[in-house]
């Protein structure tokens, strides 16, 4: 297996499950003025032509998830004239949500600490979310006199409802762990210690189950976001004639009549 070149983050492989983890610690892994979201981008797309990966799970080390935007070059970065800064918009942090939404593989955040900005953004633009006890999240960008400009009310909106969106993107305010989990944007909340374990658990489980199917399955949640009921059905049963076809599919048979675990080759 051939991994991507990275430059601001390292990536580990167990088994099917594969590990991204932000490694500027230095700034909060903040997502610009660093290399991560090359980084975060060049992952999804090998993941996408790996066969041999079925979940991706992301991490900070440090104390911070991701901090978002670095808000100390945000001033001189604030010079370029208008066209420019949509152009480095463009070409830059919102490369991430249109990475992940052609992502092939379900992307699970274990959020080890803040959150911030885009930092909440990149979390829930992820299939699931796992917090530690010391995550913190906030929409942060209007106490900068900006909006979210990576597409995170897009994601919020469809996350949280419209109401309590526009309550988090209005006031900027930052909540922590517990209520992350009560409002819905956490799954679980786990001790620090046990967030990496608890998060690669779950992607365990994913990733035990028939490849094909997993990513079939991921396509259908995203395109059920932007379709209607006739050409989501559309959708579903030509996926699901493909996954007739697999021997997996053949495998997963025999195996519940032999109640054995499956043995699947993504094939």
Not at 82 to 92: S, V
Not at 156 to 166: E, P, S, T
Not at 171 to 193: C, F, M, S
Request: glycine residues 8%.
């Amino acid at each position: 297996m051939t991994l991507p070149k990275l430059t601001d983050a390292k990536l580990e492989i167990d088994g099917r499950i594969a590990v991204l983890t932000f490694n500027r610690d230095d700034v909060r892994n903040a997502l610009t003025g660093t290399e991560l979201v090359s980084d975060i981008v060049n992952t999804l797309q090998w993941a996408n032509s790996c066969m041999d990966v079925s979940v991706l799970v992301i991490t900070g080390a440090g104390s911070a998830f991701s901090a978002g935007g670095n808000i100390k070059t945000m001033s001189e970065r604030a010079k370029a004239p208008p066209h420019e800064l949509q152009r480095n918009y463009r070409l830059g942090i919102q490369r991430i949500p249109l990475a992940l939404q052609d992502a092939d593989i379900p992307v699970i955040a274990a959020v080890n600490g803040p959150a911030i900005g885009a930092g909440f953004d990149l979390a829930n633009m992820c299939e699931i979310r796992i917090g530690s006890t010391e995550a913190q999240f906030g929409e942060t960008f209007v106490n900068l006199g900006i909006i979210p400009g990576d597409g995170g009310a897009w994601f919020l909106n469809r996350l949280l409802g419209y109401q309590r969106a526009a309550e988090l993107t209005l006031t900027g305010r930052i909540i922590k762990a517990d209520e992350a989990k009560e409002l819905g944007i956490l799954l679980e909340v786990t001790a620090p210690d046990e967030l990496l374990a608890t998060a690669k658990k779950l992607a365990g489980k994913i990733a035990a189950k028939p490849p094909q199917a997993i990513r079939y399955a991921k396509r259908l949640l995203k395109l059920s976001q932007r379709q209607n009921l006739e050409e989501h059905l559309d959708a579903c049963s030509a996926f699901q004639a493909i996954c007739h076809k697999t021997e997996d599919h053949q495998e997963a048979l025999q195996a519940f009549f032999d109640k054995r675990k499956g043995e699947f080759k993504g094939r």
